[in-house]
């Protein structure tokens, strides 16, 4: 089956070389978790559309440093398609931005956490399932934005102290994650120190790399893409 990945941001230059972009982290991902897919990649961010919503089985949006409330035209465009692909009944996940503008083309609201920033590991509580046994994930997390209220048709499967609707299901065919399950703890640390006290916050910046310095943080990155990855074949 084709997945389609809609590009919403591009990584910075320096990691380039070695991350390649987005759409090629989650190829990685997929791969590790030991799932075939094929890939058609759409940077939506430079207005480049696919021709069609049926042209693939299954969509995944990307994150991305931009805000979901700035509207921008690629995002209004953006938010009709997620529409389009629900109302046709088509896999669709989002990761981190993803997860934002799925929830706020069902009418969310998204804002900027007034308790600051979430970077590095973030444990995350599972509610009502379980993820291969477990009742509890750690995912890598970069981001102010959150889904402040989510949609009617959203049903929170996890949270934390910190992020109440981590993940959101709507129905079986959505499952969006405000977390990275496609950031490795190398590009994690790479983003933070490279970012640090600038775009994003120096204090809880230098409190995560140091927490990842200290000690291997494992992280449920497999689990979750292959739960992703159910989704994306329509297994409910």
């Not at 989002?94 to 308790?115: D, L, T």
């Amino acid at each position: 089956m084709k997945v389609g990945i809609l590009v919403t941001g591009h990584i910075d230059e320096p990691h380039f070389d070695t991350h390649v972009g987005y759409a090629h982290m989650f190829q990685k991902l997929f791969h590790k978790a030991q799932v075939t897919f094929e890939y058609e990649v759409f940077n939506v961010i430079d207005d480049q559309w696919p021709s069609a919503i049926d042209c693939c089985d299954a969509w995944l949006i990307t994150g991305s440093a931009c805000g979901v409330y700035d509207n921008t035209p690629w995002m209004q465009k953006l938010k009709k398609w997620i529409i389009n692909i629900h109302e046709h009944a088509i896999p669709m996940v989002g990761i981190c931005f993803g997860h934002q503008i799925i929830a706020q083309a069902f009418a969310g609201k998204v804002e900027k956490f007034s308790g600051g920033w979430a970077v590095g590991p973030h444990a995350y509580e599972l509610k009502g399932i379980e993820l291969e046994g477990k009742t509890q994930i750690q995912l890598n997390a970069v981001h102010q934005d959150q889904v402040i209220e989510k949609p009617i048709n959203a049903t929170c499967v996890a949270s934390s102290a910190f992020c109440e609707n981590a993940i959101l299901t709507y129905g079986d065919k959505i499952l969006t994650v405000q977390a990275h399950p496609e950031f490795t703890n190398e590009y994690e640390q790479a983003l933070l120190s490279m970012h640090k006290g600038k775009e994003i916050a120096l204090e809880p910046s230098e409190q995560a790399l140091q927490k990842m310095s200290l000690s291997p943080q494992v992280m449920d990155d497999l689990a979750v893409a292959r739960w992703m990855a159910r989704v994306l074949q329509g297994v409910s």
